[in-house]
């Protein structure tokens, strides 16, 4: 199985919207991409410096799914919105063994 692990740190401008916001749009993912076995969203509750806003945990069964993902119509809007409202992102992407 391939994990798939984004955060996110929003803009300050109207974060909580667009954290909620965005939460929603990535759980609806699932019913656009058949690829996409399983997804979880979390807003984060931490303040420390280092911290991000927001984090993304998918699973896909295949690398090839994940890259079929990546362009997806559907996840490429989403893509398209984030870029909007955030000021950093960083990924990881793991074979589960």
């Known amino acids: 199985m391939i994990v798939h692990i984004v ?26 991409i058949d690829e996409l076995i399983s997804i979880e969203v979390g807003i984060n509750f931490d303040m420390a410096d280092r911290a991000m806003d927001l984090s993304l945990y998918s699973t896909f069964k295949t690398k090839e ?14 893509v398209d919105f984030i870029k909007t409202v955030v000021t950093e992102s960083k990924v990881v992407d793991y074979i589960q063994p």
Do not use: C, G, T, W
């Open 7 to 32: 955060m996110f740190k929003f803009k300050e401008e109207d974060k909580q919207s667009n954290l909620v916001k965005v939460r929603a749009i990535l759980e609806q993912l699932p019913k656009k």
């Open 65 to 78: 799914d994940l890259a079929s993902y990546a362009v997806h119509p559907a996840h490429v809007k989403v």
